[in-house]
T-cell receptor, first 112, second 113 residues
């Protein structure tokens, strides 16, 4: 079935690394996404990874994928106060019109 | 340019009103989406248009009526809504190919009185 799960809350100090975790369920090849949502705003695409990859790095962001455990993580290096937001993991169901199924979202709070 | 625009930013309407939400993209994308997001919840898919044809309707009540007049525009017509329909309505678009990353607009905050 469709189920994407995330840890709900993370608090870090400015300058530390943040790691947000997600698990997904689809067993076929798929794309997995990380979106950021600030209060009152839409979703900003941060990065994505195809399920046959292990890792993707984009500036301060590193995505790690463990296909066996269907576990995805987003690491933010040198976390800043501007990184405070809700982070959504999403899985794309390519057999169903590219429908995105989102996790519940992780609230990241960065303390200065 | 990865911009999706939505109007209005905020909308307050009564249960007997008829209103429309608008979404526009000029990225040449051929798939467009409507999502509904309640407070403190993730977005939930409502409709998908692919090449201007409705391809997915996630069992949305008929008081929500989507329309895709051309490949750049997506409307959501609202009629006889209920207070529980109050939410953030997000539009997204994607290329419509296998590398189909969805880009989201800022949303319309809808309040139904």
């Amino acid at each position: 079935g469709e189920d994407v799960e995330q840890s709900l809350f993370l608090s870090v100090r400015e300058g530390d690394s943040s790691v947000i975790n997600c698990t997904y369920t689809d067993s076929s090849s798929t794309y997995l996404y990380w979106y950021k949502q600030e209060p009152g705003a839409g979703l900003q695409l941060l990065t994505y990874i195809f399920s046959n990859m292990d890792m993707k790095q984009d500036q301060r962001l590193t995505v790690l994928l463990n296909k066996k455990d269907k576990h995805l993580s987003l690491r933010i290096a040198d976390t800043q106060t501007g990184d405070s937001a809700i982070y959504f993991c999403a899985e794309r169901y390519m057999e169903y019109g590219n429908k995105l199924v989102f996790g519940a979202g992780t609230i990241l709070r960065v303390k200065s | 340019d990865t911009e999706v625009t939505q109007t209005p930013k905020h909308l307050v309407m009564g249960m007997t009103n008829k209103k429309s939400l608008k979404c526009e993209q000029h990225m040449g994308h051929r798939a467009m989406y409507w999502y509904k997001q309640k407070a403190k919840k993730p977005p939930e898919l409502m409709f998908v248009y692919s090449y201007e044809k409705l391809s997915i309707n996630e069992s949305v009540p008929s008081r929500f009526s989507p329309e895709c007049p051309n490949s750049s525009l997506l409307n959501l017509h609202l009629h006889a809504l209920q207070p529980e329909d109050s939410a953030l309505y997000l539009c997204a678009s994607s290329q419509g190919t296998s590398a189909d990353t969805q880009y989201f607009g800022p949303g319309t905050r809808l309040t139904v009185l």
